[in-house]
């Protein structure tokens, strides 16, 4: 599941990213939209930081 699982983590930011955009152009609360801002950018850290070699490995 090597890199099964960072790419999924990053098309889930992807989705959320759109679901954030769709959010605000349809005037939801500002409190869903900073929800689905924050799981993005949560998914895109987790995505971007499960690639990234150990260090002293």
Known sequence: MGA????L???LA????GGA????RQGASKGAVL???VLA???TA?????LLPE???
């Open 4 to 7: 099964a699982l960072p790419t």
């Open 35 to 37: 929800v689905t801002a």
């Open 21 to 24: 955009w769709s959010l605000y």
């Open 14 to 17: 992807g989705v959320l990213v």
């Open 55 to 57: 260090a002293g490995a």
């Open 46 to 50: 987790g995505g971007v930081l499960w």
């Open 9 to 11: 983590l990053l098309i």
């Open 41 to 43: 950018v949560l998914a």
